[in-house]
């Protein structure tokens, strides 16, 4: 965890929305806001999967200063959940976050987001150091349960309005985190593989989902879709790392995997 707390195939279809691009200062921006491609977040531009996404909550947190009253650091960082949808239905969902101003360069985030292992995959490009951080983490959970808390609790109130059943059994998240002193890029990206027809069944446990690492191989489909994400978060980590080293990042990001796609790809295999 970060203190201060502070992945060319078949895809599901979308409901109609008037077409918008990439969107500036989407921290401000109205609630149901549409974006397609990309979009904006703290003047740093955060790539989307295939489909139409919308605005589903947002919030701005002031960290508070660091080493007492008379500590002149402080660092303002924004929050934004999108979300696709096929009511009742979730398609994917992208939590980002990014530092919007920082008014002390001594200011050095702190932490070891990649120290986790158990999971479908991870890489640690910068060692777990704690200050500089270049992590992606890509796992199975349920998402926007009854515990949500925080901004998922707000985006979970707006797709309750929308008509989405939550929550959602299973989902397949790439988690990138980069940071560097006080500059910090984040996103988690959501995507549930029922809606891209592969098969999730409800488990009764984390441990004993057909999704978790020791069971994964059983199922081709679910290699093929978790080995998706795992592209896609490291296109995106490539794209975060150009972002804090202030250099050009254009890389277009793979699709993600149609189990549905893919099995009619083997049924007619001779």
């Known amino acids: 965890m970060i203190r201060p707390l502070l992945a060319a195939l078949v895809l599901p279809l979308v409901p109609y929305m008037p077409a918008v691009h990439a969107v500036e200062n989407l921290e401000l921006a109205p609630i149901g806001t549409s974006v397609t491609g990309s ?22 947190n002031e960290m508070p200063r660091r080493g ?11 929050h934004v959940v999108l979300v696709q949808i096929q009511p009742p239905r979730l398609i994917a969902a992208v939590h980002a976050r990014t530092t919007l101003k920082a008014d002390s360069h001594r200011f050095n985030w702190t932490g070891q987001p990649c120290t986790k292992e158990d999971t479908l995959y991870r890489s640690d490009l910068t060692g777990s150091h704690g200050e500089d951080e270049n992590c992606l983490l890509v796992d199975h959970s349920v998402l926007l349960g009854p515990k949500a808390q925080g901004i998922w609790k707000d985006a979970a109130t707006w797709l309750a309005e929308q008509k989405v059943q939550l929550p959602v059994p299973v989902v397949i998240t790439a988690h990138v985190t980069r940071f560097q002193q006080s500059r910090l890029v984040a996103a988690s990206y959501a995507f549930n593989p029922r809606m891209y027809g592969c098969d999730a069944p409800m488990s009764r446990s984390w441990k004993e989902s057909p999704w978790h690492k020791d069971s994964i191989e059983a199922d081709p489909q679910r290699v093929r879709f978790v080995d998706s994400v795992t592209e896609w978060g490291k296109v995106v980590q490539g794209h975060f790392d150009a972002l804090i080293a202030g250099r050009e990042s254009r890389e277009n990001g793979p699709a993600i995997h149609s189990c549905r796609a893919g099995q009619v790809t083997l049924s007619g295999t001779p």
């Open 39 to 60: 979009f904006e977040l703290g003047r740093r531009s955060f790539p989307l999967p295939a489909g139409r996404f919308q605005l589903a909550a947002r919030t701005i």
């Open 68 to 78: 007492g009253p008379l500590a002149t650091s402080r660092i303002t960082v924004g």
